[in-house]
């Protein structure tokens, strides 16, 4: 795991887009910068949600994939 965030930003688009029950379920994360420098190689990047109320398995998001190349941003 190389971060992890609360999901209560503001996103009015949210709720329009039927993905959230209200706006407040936006989120930001920064992934710890310890271990991306020890990344080697291609890795892709994947956000996963809980719902911490009852402790459910996660679930991964369906978002265009993010890859990191020995540590930095590239295409995947």
Excluded: E, Q, Y
Excluded at 13 to 22: C, H, I, R, S
Excluded at 39 to 56: E, I, P, R
């Amino acid at each position: 795991m190389l971060g992890v965030g609360v999901a209560n930003n503001p996103r009015p688009d949210l709720p329009k887009a039927g993905v959230a029950p209200n706006a407040d379920h936006g989120f930001t994360v920064s992934l710890d910068a310890d271990a991306v420098s020890k990344l080697k190689g291609k890795v892709a990047v994947m956000v996963w949600v809980t719902d911490s109320l009852n402790k459910a398995p996660g679930i991964a998001l369906d978002v265009d994939p993010m890859c990191l190349c020995d540590a930095k941003p590239c295409k995947c």
